[in-house]
């Protein structure tokens, strides 16, 4: 009994260890083909880092404001009893608006002026009789004073009664009516909005290290996303002398011509101040940038030096750079890279350090400073 229990047991030894041995064999097997296995190429598209010579811009968000833009007021309390205008139309300067109820005011004014024309003629007498001494000077000077008294009464009335007539005190725009016919204005009430179109201000505004790049007649280019696709170019007119202290910026203005008037008040836009020096840069295609919260880099592509033959003869080697200005589907490269390196051009976000390569730059997609998709 005891010899076939050690039998047993010197059998199950020798199972064991021959499973064991089984699976050290398979384990090194498997090992030594990791380690000659090899991923295959990723194939990529790519780009040269070029010098170009490009516009020195200053970019900034701007709004539009009219050159001469009012919110036209009552200025007198009193009842409308005419509106000459079209909402949304033109006006020139002097057309009437509105025009309120003047009827007391006339017939004031038919009775001043009776009274103005009885003392002309008195005043005219009295000139006749003063030098043959039948008046005394004194009744001349009082003469003469009420007849200045009655023209300045007529004038009065003259002043309420045009005060009453509302006309545009320039050409421009107008805008929605907030009155109607009947409606008893207040003194300031707001009847109609007035805005001249053309030209048009541009503000905005730029940090205080700029001060010394910008000055009147400098070039600005306006786009906005009212009108994709469009550039008006005006011209800094004002360069405000005072710095925000809170912001620590400084304020222009600019003109743009508006001929079409599409251009409103109010409107925000992109303003691009153009200097008169441009600047060399590095450029890349901006696809070719991966962007993360540790820093932009990008995937150059260099020649794999421990090759044998038999291996990838391109790997991918990360980047970081710095970046500046983007101009169309190009970004400014300040710092990271050197003239004549070639970099991934798309599908950066797939790469890793080391990554085989095969370049096939059939797919690679068409770059242009100024590109106009489309599917704007």
């Not at 199972?15 to 990723?42: C, D, E, H, Y």
């Not at 000077?141 to 007539?165: C, F, L, R």
């Not at 505004?205 to 600005?220: H, N």
């Not at 809170?246 to 008037?261: D, E």
């Amino acid at each position: 009994m005891k010899k076939t229990t050690l039998v047993l047991c010197i059998l199950f030894l020798v199972l064991v260890g021959a499973l064991a041995g089984v699976k050290v064999l398979q384990i090194k097997r498997l090992t030594a083909a990791s380690q000659q296995f090899v991923m295959p190429p990723v194939t990529v598209t790519t780009a040269k880092v070029t010098a170009e010579t490009w516009a020195n811009k200053l970019a900034a968000v701007g709004s539009l404001e009219a050159v001469q833009g009012i919110m036209v007021t009552a200025e007198l309390p009193g009842k409308v009893v005419k509106i000459d205008f079209e909402p949304g139309g033109e006006v020139q300067a002097g057309d009437l608006l509105v025009q309120q109820d003047t009827s007391s005011e006339t017939a004031q004014l038919r009775s001043a002026q009776a009274t103005m024309d009885l003392a002309r003629l008195n005043l005219q007498r009295a000139k006749e009789l003063l030098p043959d001494r039948v008046i005394t000077r004194s009744s001349y000077d009082a003469t003469e004073a009420e007849y200045k008294k009655a023209a300045a009464q007529v004038d009065n009335i003259t002043a309420t009664i045009d005060k009453k007539t509302i006309r545009a005190p320039f050409s421009g725009r107008i805008g929605i009516r907030l009155v109607n016919l009947g409606q008893n204005l207040n003194s300031g009430e707001p009847i109609v909005s007035l805005q001249s179109m053309d030209p048009i201000y541009v503000n905005f505004r730029l940090p205080q290290q700029d001060l010394a790049l910008v000055e009147k007649g400098l070039t600005v280019e306006v786009t906005t996303d009212a009108h994709p696709g469009e550039t008006r170019s005006g011209t800094i007119t004002a360069v405000n002398p005072q710095v925000d202290s809170a912001t620590r910026n400084f304020q222009l203005q600019a003109t743009v011509s508006n001929a079409k008037g599409d251009l409103r008040p109010g409107m925000f836009v992109n303003v691009a101040a153009v200097l008169p020096q441009p600047k060399e840069v590095l450029s890349i295609p901006t696809t070719a940038v991966l962007h993360a919260p540790y820093g932009d880099s990008v995937f150059i592509v260099e020649e794999n030096k421990k090759a044998d033959g038999k291996g990838p003869s391109l790997i991918v080697r990360q980047q970081f750079v710095r970046l500046g200005s983007k101009r169309g589907d190009f970004t400014e490269v300040i710092d990271g890279l050197e003239k004549e390196d070639t970099v991934v051009s798309t599908g950066a976000f797939k790469m890793r350090n080391g990554q085989s390569v095969v370049v096939d730059n059939k797919l690679s997609p068409e770059f242009n400073m100024a590109p106009k998709p489309e599917d704007a």
